[in-house]
């Protein structure tokens, strides 16, 4: 996954983001920061737009932290409308807690993928 053109760091992750859109692992997919700043972002779902994905993510927050007292919480799931599924994924790059929300369409395979996608970043 590692691009080595001279791409800044926000278009080399969502061309790897859109590669995997096009896969149909996913319909729509925004990294966020810890204060909610969308930091690249691919995809568009009728159902969930990205205002939607940053209020779920960020009403789970506590419920990941308090899990993450007891239990290594790092991803939450909702089964949302339409049958779309709802994926936040809570990890550290770059001195942050960010987030990776998706609206999943059902096709196997996009838990690899985000986490190629976070290894990546954190790689960076």
Same mark, same amino acid.
């Given at each position: 996954?590692?691009?080595?053109? /001279?791409?800044? !760091? ?5 061309? /790897? ?6 896969? @149909? ?15 690249? /972002? ?10 939607? *994905? ?8 506590? /419920?990941?932290? *308090? ?7 790092? @991803? ?15 990890? @550290?790059?770059?001195?942050? @807690?960010?987030? !990776? ?19 990546? *970043?954190?790689?960076?």
């Amino acid at each position: 996954m590692k691009d080595k053109t /001279s791409l800044p !760091l926000q278009q080399q992750l969502e061309r /790897s983001m859109k590669n995997f859109l096009e896969e @149909e692992r996913w319909e729509a997919m925004t990294l966020f920061s810890s204060e909610g700043l969308p930091m690249a /972002s691919t995809g568009y779902s009728l159902v969930y737009n990205q205002e939607n *994905l940053l209020e779920f993510a960020f009403s789970l927050i506590e /419920s990941v932290r *308090l899990l993450g007292n007891d239990l290594p919480a790092r @991803e939450i799931t909702i089964r949302g409308r339409e049958g779309k599924t709802l994926v936040f994924k809570y990890f @550290e790059a770059w001195d942050d @807690e960010l987030i !990776l929300a998706a609206v999943v369409t059902g096709r196997k395979g996009y838990k690899r993928a985000m986490g190629k996608l976070i290894k990546w *970043l954190q790689s960076q």
